[in-house]
């Protein structure tokens, strides 16, 4: 079946550093594929998507790159903030937006 | 956007005893769905709440242990059955409009069986 493998945390980081979470997916057919984040406390939130190949999707400063050739979906971003500590979950879809199969998460840690 | 709202947020619950967890949207939805999130493990998908109809459940889960109701296009619940310490981990209720859009998740319930 489908699944997701992202990088194990947690991933501890300096502000201002440049970020990188690999997340590598296993599935049939064509998935759209989901960052979501979950800030402490809340629930998760979309961070950004990305429907085919070679997609491109991004949001409040991270990108990540629809990667069929290596079916990867690394989640990127230049510069971190203190604001950016969460945990960060990778995820696709093969039939429809909301059902999803979810890698475990990596929390992300930035300090000032 | 969705605001959900689910209850109660977080439980201790005995052995053998069962717990309803409540999903509120403050909209109508069409699709509604509950994950478990074990410890140090991934969101995963327990079942499809249909509205009027029995839920349709994933593989590994079962209605005599998962027994989901959803009576209006608002709300849902899910029951865990006759806890065991296994049970212990996060419910999500997790809600979309459309196919083609995101979907939308509530705070989570962390339930601790003991």
């Known amino acids: 079946g489908d699944s997701v493998t992202q990088m194990e945390g947690p991933v501890t980081l300096s502000e201002e550093a440049c970020l990188t979470i690999?997340?590598?997916?296993?599935?049939?057919?064509?998935?759209?594929l989901f960052w979501y984040v979950q800030y402490p406390g809340e629930g998760l939130q979309l961070l950004l998507k990305a429907t085919k190949a070679d997609d491109k999707g991004s949001n409040k400063g991270f990108e990540a790159t629809y990667r069929k050739e290596t079916t990867s979906f690394h989640l990127e971003k230049g510069s971190v903030q203190v604001s950016d500590s969460a945990v960060y979950f990778c995820?696709?879809?093969?039939?429809?937006?909301?059902?999803?199969?979810f890698g475990t998460g990596t929390r992300l840690l930035v300090s000032p | 956007s969705a605001v959900i709202s689910q209850k109660p947020s977080r439980d201790i619950c005995q052995r053998g005893t069962s717990l309803t967890i409540q999903c509120q949207v403050d909209?109508?939805?069409?699709?509604m769905f509950w994950y478990r999130q074990q410890p140090g493990q991934s969101l995963t998908l327990i079942a499809t709440a249909n509205q009027g109809s029995e839920a349709t459940y994933e593989s590994g889960f079962v209605i005599d242990k998962f027994p989901i109701s959803r009576p209006n296009l608002t709300f849902s619940t899910l029951t865990v059955s006759n806890m065991s310490p296994e049970d212990s981990s996060i419910y999500l209720c997790?809600?979309?409009?459309?196919?083609?859009?995101?979907?939308?998740f509530g705070q989570g319930t962390r339930l601790t069986v003991v």
């Open positions: 690999n997340c590598t997916y296993t599935a049939t057919g064509y998935p759209s």
């Open positions: 995820a696709l879809s093969s039939g429809g937006f909301q059902k999803l199969v």
């Open positions: 997790s809600v979309g409009t459309d196919r083609n859009t995101e979907a939308f």
């Open positions: 909209s109508q939805v069409t699709m």
